[in-house]
């Protein structure tokens, strides 16, 4: 489920990781270090090989190095897919000030939101109180002190039997209308963040002097090897395992850590003592490391080598039971780049983009698309920065010209783009998977909010012609969706039609939007 639209630049911390692990990890005590004898240095020898000759190590990995000028576009064809889905657009019950959605219950019968109560941080953001509406947005639930920054902090999230993890130290597990309010006893200080595992059985909370693993029924654990964050460094990037077993951290001191969530105890898989990653100002959070679908970690900052020819940059994947780290080109028979580089991963684990940023100084335009189970790497033309579908089989590309959808169409991984008609020629600010992956929310820069038919865009269906202009839209701005992708709540503005059939703008209110394929 979604708390807000997903920027183009996606997040690692809070991707979807569903993937095979290979084993589990040995408890080695607080902070041991993992045997490896792969771990990336600062600088090659004077004699290290040229960048030509780097490249030359495919070592079996099956790789087409050869660069089309544009993937194939299918034309628009007539659906033949059946009957357009139906759609019930209504607003919320009235409960004062319109909330701001951030998820739906694992059930989806309880919408957990933020109420604005008029007040606001010291950072200038507004506020809002936590509260748990039902699926017509009648509150059922309000927390009463509870608040947190609209559009900053996760104040709670749902564990899988529907109970709500609070950040707080009393009445920590509440159920939504209230009841069964329960603490983890031994938590101190004062949470401010809630991450729930995948399975959603246990919870991390965090705060600013401590970090706690959580969940009903047991006494908090607390991590006493997390770092945390101070007046220089932001808070450390982390990911949970698929099985919400363990707790892959990285921090802006260099270590890559990782967490037993289980016991507590931290194993150190490397540490970068000079920073030789190439990334931007630091934000909220450090560059969060990734997990593969081998049950490796792809680590989230891009690694400098020196080279007497020049510098070149390349992501590293770690062994999780080994540390043994190698660089992401040299695994897969790449070359590496000469200027900073991005690496997206599909929500199964399954693929990695690596491409030049689009905003880089004399980017080449490469792409290239490795498949991490099957080893093989598949050269493309630059593509921009992709949204992956849940399912991790396809993904958007947004761009100056339009969005369009790229997916394989045989199973010679031959890749194709479709493009997806929309109405407005207004450019694409932002964009939205239903986890089910059956639809997409597509924000434009006018701020309109247009609702896309996936299925429709298919090479075999032909691509359908649907697209539902929701309503419009302003920031701060959130949409959460229902597991099963058949409802999702969005603040909007519905545009009312006058008699002449001109359309005005009413006010920002709550909407829930109900969708079913058509009979």
């Known amino acids: 489920m979604e708390t807000g ?15 095979v692990l290979l084993g589990l990890l040995i408890t080695l005590g607080a902070c041991k270090r993992l045997p490896g004898d792969d771990e990336v240095g600062l600088d090659e020898p004077a004699n290290a090989p040229t960048a030509v000759a780097r490249s030359k190590q495919a070592g079996g990995i099956a790789t087409s190095l050869a660069i089309p000028d544009a993937l194939p576009t299918l034309p628009v064809q007539p659906y033949t897919g059946g009957p357009p889905p139906s759609m019930n657009i209504a607003p919320a019950a009235d409960s004062g000030a319109p909330a701001f959605p951030l998820s739906w219950s694992p059930d989806g019968t309880s919408l957990l939101a933020l109420l604005p109560t008029g007040r606001s941080d010291a950072l200038g953001r507004p506020m809002g109180r936590l509260v748990v509406l039902d699926t017509t947005g009648a509150l059922t639930w309000d927390s009463g002190d509870l608040e947190a920054p609209i559009g900053g902090q996760t104040p709670a999230d749902w564990l899988a039997d529907g109970t709500l993890v609070l950040a707080r130290r009393d009445g920590t597990f509440v159920r939504p209308n209230g009841s069964q309010a329960s603490s983890a006893s031994g938590l101190e200080g004062q949470p401010r963040e809630v991450w729930v595992a995948p399975r959603r059985q246990r919870a991390l909370l965090l705060g600013p002097d401590a970090a706690f693993v959580v969940r009903p029924g047991q006494a908090a654990l607390r991590l006493d090897e997390w770092p945390l964050a101070n007046g220089t460094s932001p808070q450390p990037g982390f990911a949970w395992s698929p ?13 890559h850590l990782l967490f037993d969530a289980s016991n507590g105890t931290a194993a150190l898989l490397l540490e970068d003592g000079s920073h030789p990653w190439e990334v931007g100002p ?14 490796r970690l792809l680590l989230g900052t891009a690694i400098r080598r020196r080279y007497s020819d020049g510098d070149v940059y390349d992501h590293r994947i770690v062994n999780t039971t080994s540390a043994r780290a190698l660089e992401l080109a040299s695994t897969f028979g790449l070359e590496p780049l000469e200027q900073s580089v991005d690496a997206s991963v599909s929500a199964n ?13 004399a980017s080449d335009g490469r792409a290239w698309l490795i498949d991490v189970l099957n080893a093989k790497a598949q050269s493309l033309p630059g593509l921009g920065e992709p949204l992956w579908s849940p399912g991790g089989d396809r993904w958007l590309r947004m761009d100056a010209a339009g969005i369009a959808l790229i997916t394989k169409i045989d199973e010679n991984d031959a890749l194709v783009q ?4 929309l109405e407005s020629e207004a450019g694409l600010r932002e964009a939205s998977w239903s ?13 309109n909010l247009v609702l896309v038919d996936a299925e429709g865009l298919s090479a075999a269906l032909g691509i359908r012609r649907l697209n539902t202009m929701l309503g419009t839209v302003e920031e701060p701005f959130h949409v959460a969706w229902a597991a099963d992708g058949r409802r999702l709540a969005l603040r909007m503005a519905r545009p009312v039609l006058t008699d002449d059939d001109n359309p005005l703008a009413s006010t920002i209110r709550l909407f829930i939007v109900k969708l079913a394929s058509g009979s």
């Open 5 to 19: 639209l997903r920027p183009r630049t996606g997040f690692a911390r809070d991707s979807a990781c569903v993937c």
């Open 243 to 255: 099985d919400g077993g363990r707790i892959a951290v990285s921090a802006a001191d260099g270590r």
């Open 282 to 295: 630091p934000k909220d959070f450090w560059p969060a490391p990734t997990w593969l679908a081998d049950g």
């Open 349 to 361: 684990g399954r693929y990695v983009l690596r491409s030049s940023p689009s905003n880089a100084e």
């Open 418 to 421: 479709l493009p997806v008609p």
């Open 435 to 447: 986890p089910d992956g059956r639809w997409i929310l597509v924000l434009q820069e006018d701020g």
